[in-house]
């Protein structure tokens, strides 16, 4: 396996572009088809929608993530994984919550799931930060985010106890279960793939791994994307809404955490620490604190964040 994937690395340029645009679209497919099987399988055993919806589908849909935290962690690469933790976060709550503003109109939110949601959302850096301090997030801090994050998902579960309708379905529970082994497979191979052209092209062009790990957060975010563009299509702006900061919830929590625990651990650069993480601050705070005090994100607000995230990449590739 690592020979085939070393030999993607001698090919010419276009083409390993074209294998890593080719690696982004199967992690969206498995994720996509792991979170459809698991969701038939839920329903088969007569598991309620909201259930579901909160830990199926905010997990799967952060499952490039997970995956590509993993692997670069025992690959050794520990900046690329935290940075494409950092680097998905920080294009989803700056980038892709205004390219949805622009498209679907204003963006809402309720001051009581702001308070509860929001706060979890910037704390999550603020925690991040804490822990990385010393210069590593070690296998017990990896545990610790991983049972802070079960802990906010059994808050909501029992939040919203009221709401779980239980309905079985006649779901085939054969072709759910290989939907789910096929997706994990594929977002497995997808993020080895683009991990290894990635790392690759990047050390070609002299980027630092944490810059090579927010740029691979760009293309991890493509489900949250895909899901909170259809939420819009739909119009359904509270959903789109919600998936952002529900995977600005789950993958520096659990992605992350889990990935700690499974890899040993990962040190975190001063380049990660002190100023990407610091500019994602900025984006998500500045984001709920607009929410809180407007109720709303508009498009003149979205035009600030798509320019902040643009300017700080510039910034950041000097």
Not at 20 to 44: C, H, N, Q, T, Y
Not at 60 to 83: K, Q, T, Y
Not at 251 to 275: E, K, N, R, T
Request: proline share 2%.
């Amino acid at each position: 396996m690592q020979q085939l994937l070393q030999s993607l690395t001698v090919l010419p340029y276009p083409a390993q572009a074209l294998i890593a645009i080719m690696a982004i679209a199967g992690l969206w497919f498995g994720s996509d088809k792991v979170i459809w099987g698991v969701k038939r399988i839920a329903r088969k055993f007569g598991i309620s929608e909201l259930i579901i919806g909160l830990t199926i589908v905010s997990i799967g849909s952060s499952l490039p993530e997970i995956f590509v935290n993993i692997s670069a962690g025992m690959r050794g690469v520990d900046d690329i994984g935290v940075g494409n933790i950092v680097g998905s976060c920080f294009v989803q709550i700056s980038f892709i919550l205004a390219l949805c503003v622009l498209v679907g109109g204003p963006m809402k939110s309720q001051k009581s799931k702001l308070k509860r949601d929001g706060a979890m959302v910037v704390g999550s850096i603020v925690l991040l930060f804490l822990l990385g301090l010393d210069g590593s997030i070690g296998t017990g801090e990896g545990l610790l985010l991983v049972l802070m994050y079960a802990s906010y998902l059994y808050y909501l579960l029992v939040a919203n106890r009221t709401k779980w309708k239980v309905k079985k379905s006649d779901a085939h529970l054969m072709l759910s279960f290989v939907a789910f082994t096929f997706g994990v497979a594929l977002v497995w191979i997808s993020a080895e793939v683009l991990l290894t052209v990635g790392i690759h092209a990047g050390r070609e062009l002299g980027l630092r791994e944490g810059m090579i790990g927010l740029l691979s957060g760009i293309g991890t975010s493509i489900p949250e994307l895909s899901i909170s563009m259809m939420a819009l299509l739909r119009k359904s702006n509270g959903i789109s809404l919600g998936n952002l900061l529900g995977s600005n919830i789950t993958d520096p929590l659990f992605s992350l955490g889990i990935g700690a625990v499974l890899a040993g651990g990962y040190q975190v650069s001063d380049f990660l620490l002190w100023q990407a993480m610091p500019v994602w601050f900025i984006a998500s705070s500045s984001a709920m604190t607009v929410l809180w005090f407007r109720g709303k994100i508009d498009r003149g607000f979205a035009v600030i964040l798509i320019a902040f995230y643009l300017g700080a990449f510039a910034v950041f590739l000097t």
